[in-house]
């Protein structure tokens, strides 16, 4: 199972909306509304902050948005702040035999 | 509060052996999948190894087949990864995790650091 596809590093400016892909297959990311997003901050455990495609914790802010169009999910962050600086990975359900799919991570800058 | 709160990581010589250890609290563990995912120091994120809330479905990442056994104990609200004939690509910080819904994890542990070198 390969990881899913996301670019190296985004970056934005304080105030702006960014937006992270996540390229998967129709075997993962295009056969299932399971794709979730992550958070994790230098030195930190990652944090859940999207699950079944555009679903919110409680507790994450709703500047954190998800969606899905046919294998690339994508997660949209509005109104950059500089916390917002992390490194985010995808996570989607797969019909092969692993529990699930990570991808290769995207590092945010904020400017 | 849901907690995770592993231990058993530690520095071992290539091909020796090491009983990672995750308390859990907080929540029903014997109603979750639990799992555990590694990361290697700058790298992403790996599923290394579930096992359903009964025992009665594992899985094992391919790297690792063979070199793992994944094990809870409900009674305890524990679960346990022996991981045999360790590798220097087996260094990495293994983080006890708790399943949620289909293919995503809700709760992580702070992980215990595995590093393997003669």
């Known amino acids: 199972q390969s990881a899913l596809a996301q670019p190296a590093s985004v970056s934005g400016s304080p105030g702006q909306s960014i937006t992270i892909s996540c390229t998967g297959t129709?075997?993962?990311?295009?056969?299932?509304?399971?794709v979730s997003w992550y958070q994790q901050h230098p030195g930190k455990v990652p944090r859940l902050i999207i699950y079944?495609?555009?679903n919110r914790p409680s507790g994450v802010s709703n500047r954190f948005s998800g969606s899905k169009s046919g294998n690339t999910a994508s997660l949209t962050i509005s109104g950059l702040q500089a916390d917002d600086e992390a490194d985010y990975y995808c996570?989607?359900?797969?019909?092969?035999?692993?529990?699930?799919?990570f991808g290769t991570g995207t590092k945010v800058t904020v400017l | 509060e849901v907690q995770l709160v592993e231990s058993g990581g530690g520095l071992v010589k290539p091909g020796g052996s090491l009983r990672l250890s995750c308390a859990a609290s907080?929540?029903?563990?014997?109603?979750?999948?639990m799992h555990w995912v590694r990361q290697a120091p700058g790298q992403g994120l790996e599923w290394v190894s579930s096992?359903?809330?009964?025992?009665?479905?594992?899985y094992y990442a391919e790297s690792m087949k063979g070199r793992l056994t994944i094990s809870r104990d409900n009674g305890k609200d524990s679960l346990y990864l022996q991981m045999n004939k360790l590798r220097a690509e087996d260094t990495a910080l293994y983080f006890c995790?708790?399943?949620?819904?289909?293919?995503?994890?809700?709760?992580w542990g702070q992980g215990t650091l595995v590093t393997v070198s003669s």
């Open positions: 995790v708790r399943g949620h819904g289909y293919g995503s994890v809700d709760y």
């Open positions: 907080g929540f029903n563990f014997s109603n979750y999948v």
């Open positions: 096992i359903s809330g009964t025992s009665s479905h594992f």
């Open positions: 129709s075997t993962d990311v295009g056969g299932y509304k399971y």
């Open positions: 079944d495609v555009n």
């Open positions: 996570g989607s359900y797969t019909s092969s035999s692993t529990p699930g799919v």
